[in-house]
């Protein structure tokens, strides 16, 4: 089984950037594309951007291309990340990591392991 913690979460005021880390541990990832997601209060979690085992792919939700990059450790393919630009409010959310159980989907059922989330909050 693959764990993943993710990091780097934490209040910041709008126009600032924070990059979170995701790391992975257990059962090696193999050629499983990997995700971020978000889930904002009393909303539904929602996909952010996603790439593929070597980086040779990448998706994101279309309204956040632009702001965020979505990349992995090229020397080791357990630690991923999510640089997020000129934050905003509206990007307030918990934000999770998980492994794709197939393709780069922007479908959480088809993510078969997260982690627990780390906070995001953007003042205005």
């Known amino acids: 089984q693959v764990q993943l913690v993710e990091s780097g979460g934490g209040l910041v005021q709008a126009g600032d950037s924070l990059r979170l880390s995701c790391a992975a541990s257990?059962?090696?990832?193999?050629?499983?594309?990997m995700g971020w997601f978000r889930q904002p209060p009393g909303q539904e979690r929602k996909f952010v951007a996603g790439?593929?085992?070597?980086?040779?792919?990448?998706?994101y939700a279309e309204s956040l291309e632009g702001r965020f990059t979505i990349s992995r450790d090229s020397a080791k393919n357990t630690i991923f990340y999510l640089q997020m630009n000129s934050l905003k409010p509206e990007d307030t959310a918990v934000y999770y990591c998980?492994?794709?159980?197939?393709?780069?989907?922007?479908?959480?059922?088809?993510?078969?392991?997260w982690g627990q989330g780390t906070q995001v909050i953007v003042s205005s």
């Open positions: 257990g059962t090696p990832l193999g050629t499983s594309a």
């Open positions: 998980a492994r794709a159980r197939i393709g780069l989907s922007a479908f959480p059922a088809n993510y078969d392991s």
């Open positions: 790439i593929t085992h070597k980086g040779q792919n990448t998706r």
